[in-house]
């Protein structure tokens, strides 16, 4: 490609995958199924009019960066405790499930060769991409209804927090797995390595940017260096421990989101994110999708993805809460408001695609569930919160939510 082609091609990406996410809220889905179409509709799949290309790869891998630096950014790791134990089981059971059975799908669809092969790794893959929650969708969706800060929507929010934790764990671990030369020993001690470096790290970059923060704050120079650590810790964690180097950006947002400036230096990352990187890797999603190899065999099989993937969080969820004694209803509300996927499901299918454990005709079964998971969502939720009236503010745990 061009060098200066790239020029050219950014300009229809960033026009056409704005103007298509802004038709996207008009229709109350998320701006990034509308990025997503409008990549599609550029791309190779329809007009052509941009294809992908190694600049265009490199500045998609920079935003997932970015995208994963905010999502750190966003955590409130109080939250995360006060949520406790329920929000801990609801998100461990809202994974391992999923996980199951993504990967027993893929086998059952496929075949199975045997434990440890290529096709092995795809099912576990598959299951992987299953893991991911987006809460975003039923946040708003409880904040119409009045119900997001009490303890049913406080429940969601935290489990959704950690869902989304210990789905990119996972996602280290499938990855470290699939290396032809990894022991399962040695990834064990790569990941726990990575994290007691992390911690290390952390305490002590946490306390120089909040001596930075209170000598000089709301300024420009801590997004700047926070952005640096983000790059930093992208780039160690895939360099020297092999994992994914979208792991790093999240643990870097994670040692930053308790600054009093965090918010402030989630907004300056967002400014980059929302100009250029953001729409250039969802529109790059929609570049690479293939319909090509696109058959009633891949037809099938995507409609049983979206199926498996959205019944796996709404059985495993609801169970979990069923157990811990919540009604039918309410068990049910807990999961269907885990079910939705978004950003991190696409993100992860992207990692997949990146190392070789996921093949690109899959992204079109990925777009089908986040399309139908977002649209779903709300219309459950408002069905099964019917009638309910909003609890009085007296009865309202003091919690603060999260907008992720």
């Given at each position: 490609?061009?060098?200066?082609?790239l020029?050219?091609?950014?300009?229809?990406?960033?026009?056409?995958?704005?103007?298509?996410?802004?038709?996207?809220?008009k229709?109350?889905?998320?701006?990034?199924?509308?990025?997503?179409?409008?990549?599609?509709?550029?791309?190779?799949?329809?007009f052509?009019?941009?294809k992908?290309?190694?600049?265009?790869?490199?500045?998609?891998e920079i935003?997932?960066?970015?995208?994963?630096?905010?999502?750190?950014l966003?955590?409130?790791l109080?939250?995360?405790?006060?949520?406790?134990?329920?929000?801990l089981?609801?998100?461990?059971?809202?994974?391992?499930?999923?996980?199951?059975?993504g990967?027993?799908?893929?086998?059952?669809?496929?075949?199975?060769?045997?434990?440890?092969?290529?096709?092995?790794?795809?099912?576990?893959?598959?299951?992987?991409?299953?893991?991911?929650?987006?809460?975003?969708?039923?946040?708003?969706?409880?904040?119409?209804?009045?119900?997001l800060?009490?303890s049913?929507?406080?429940?969601?929010?935290?489990?959704?927090?950690?869902?989304d934790?210990?789905?990119?764990?996972?996602l280290?671990?499938?990855?470290?797995?699939?290396?032809?030369?990894?022991?399962?020993i040695?990834?064990?001690?790569?990941?726990?390595?990575?994290?007691?470096?992390?911690f290390?790290?952390?305490m002590?970059?946490?306390?120089?940017?909040?001596?930075?923060?209170?000598r000089?704050?709301?300024?420009?120079?801590?997004?700047?260096?926070?952005?640096?650590?983000c790059?930093?810790?992208?780039?160690?964690?895939?360099k020297?421990?092999?994992?994914?180097?979208?792991?790093?950006?999240?643990?870097?947002g994670?040692?930053?989101?308790n600054?009093?400036?965090s918010?402030?230096?989630?907004?300056?990352?967002?400014?980059?994110s929302?100009?250029?990187?953001?729409?250039?890797?969802?529109?790059?999603?929609?570049?690479?999708?293939?319909?090509?190899?696109?058959?009633?065999?891949?037809?099938?099989?995507?409609?049983?993805?979206?199926?498996?993937?959205?019944?796996?969080?709404?059985?495993?969820c609801?169970?979990?809460?069923?157990?811990?004694?919540y009604?039918?209803?309410?068990?049910?509300?807990?999961?269907?408001?885990?079910?939705?996927?978004?950003?991190?499901?696409?993100?992860?299918?992207?990692?997949?695609?990146?190392?070789?454990?996921?093949?690109?005709?899959?992204?079109?079964?990925?777009?089908?569930?986040?399309?139908?998971?977002?649209?779903?969502?709300?219309?459950?939720?408002?069905?099964l919160?019917?009638?309910?009236?909003q609890?009085p503010?007296?009865?309202?745990?003091?919690?603060?939510?999260?907008?992720?």
């Amino acid at each position: 490609m061009d060098r200066i082609a790239l020029f050219r091609d950014l300009a229809i990406i960033i026009v056409s995958a704005k103007l298509f996410g802004i038709l996207a809220q008009k229709l109350k889905a998320p701006s990034v199924v509308g990025e997503i179409i409008a990549g599609l509709i550029i791309g190779p799949a329809c007009f052509g009019l941009v294809k992908q290309s190694d600049y265009l790869q490199l500045i998609a891998e920079i935003g997932v960066v970015m995208i994963m630096f905010s999502a750190g950014l966003g955590t409130n790791l109080k939250e995360l405790i006060r949520c406790g134990f329920k929000a801990l089981l609801v998100a461990c059971v809202g994974v391992a499930f999923p996980l199951l059975m993504g990967t027993l799908f893929y086998i059952g669809f496929y075949g199975f060769d045997g434990f440890g092969t290529e096709k092995f790794y795809h099912a576990v893959f598959i299951g992987t991409i299953m893991t991911a929650t987006s809460v975003s969708i039923t946040v708003e969706t409880l904040k119409e209804l009045g119900h997001l800060k009490d303890s049913l929507g406080v429940l969601i929010t935290g489990a959704a927090i950690i869902d989304d934790v210990i789905g990119i764990v996972v996602l280290t671990f499938v990855i470290g797995f699939k290396s032809p030369d990894s022991k399962p020993i040695e990834v064990v001690g790569e990941t726990g390595l990575f994290i007691v470096l992390s911690f290390a790290i952390g305490m002590v970059m946490y306390y120089i940017f909040k001596a930075i923060d209170k000598r000089h704050p709301h300024q420009r120079r801590i997004p700047i260096l926070g952005l640096a650590l983000c790059l930093i810790m992208a780039f160690m964690a895939e360099k020297y421990f092999g994992i994914a180097d979208i792991t790093g950006a999240y643990v870097a947002g994670i040692i930053l989101c308790n600054l009093n400036d965090s918010d402030y230096i989630a907004r300056k990352i967002d400014i980059n994110s929302y100009m250029i990187f953001g729409p250039v890797f969802f529109a790059s999603i929609g570049i690479k999708t293939e319909f090509s190899g696109f058959n009633s065999s891949l037809l099938l099989f995507s409609a049983g993805f979206v199926v498996i993937a959205l019944l796996a969080k709404v059985i495993g969820c609801g169970l979990t809460a069923k157990l811990m004694r919540y009604n039918v209803r309410d068990s049910l509300k807990v999961g269907v408001g885990m079910m939705t996927r978004g950003e991190v499901a696409l993100i992860v299918a992207q990692k997949g695609l990146s190392v070789g454990m996921l093949d690109a005709k899959y992204f079109a079964s990925v777009i089908l569930l986040i399309i139908i998971s977002s649209v779903s969502t709300p219309i459950i939720l408002k069905l099964l919160y019917k009638n309910e009236k909003q609890p009085p503010a007296s009865e309202v745990p003091k919690a603060v939510t999260v907008d992720k």
